[in-house]
């Protein structure tokens, strides 16, 4: 059995209490965006823990960095690794520390052997919908010609743009509002791709699987009737001798 590695070792470890960490994350993105009435207190603390639960995905990365037998080969396979952890220190906003956040999770998602294609599309779809709502919704409530002034506005929005349907009942009037759109619009439609291509490699699957069955049935029925071909040579063979020898 192959021996695991310090680095491997490490992510194991450190893979759920980084998923527990995420999960915080985003309820100390949302408690402030939600609650309109939250103070200056409570924003603050809840700041802390998003840049808190960064530091940790940081100081990750550098300890896998550290553990890895090839450091050069690491950083150029886990580039946008590095990237999610240098994001927010070039400008900090909280959108890029959401999109760190979410970038740095889902790479580590990818490491679990034992987490489904399926899992890791709807967990996409639910963080991308729950962030693209409170982003778009902490960016356009205080516009004076936005119009998603609510969290079940910002909720259909996202819906609906994430699905390209685009109603136009709602859409945002700001800069950062019209990035976020784009960026779900791309994300909605790279996981519609990514869904449509596991239907159809599962097809495609179980369409050669039912060929293999009916290949391996055909050649069982050939070999068969082979062998009753040569059994009735032998049944002849043997009813001419017994002829003969009468």
Known sequence: MKEQSAQERWEHLTQRPLMALAVVFAVAYAVPIVDDAAGQSLTTVCTAIEWAVWGAFAADYLVRLSLSRDRRRFVRKHWLDLGAVVLPLIQP??????VATLLLVQ????MASQIRLTTYVAGAVVGLLMFGSLAVL???RDSP??????LGDAVWWSFTTMT?????????TTGLG???AVGLMLSGIALLGVVTANIAAWFIARFEKDDVEERLQTEAIVALTEEVKALRAQVTALQEQHSIRQ
Do not use: K, Q
């Open 178 to 180: 019209r990035i976020i």
């Open 93 to 98: 906003l909280r959108l890029l520390r959401v």
């Open 145 to 150: 010609d936005g119009n998603i002034r609510t």
């Open 138 to 140: 902490s960016a356009e």
């Open 107 to 110: 790479r580590r998602a990818r």
């Open 164 to 172: 390209t349907v685009g109603y136009g009942d709602h859409a945002p």
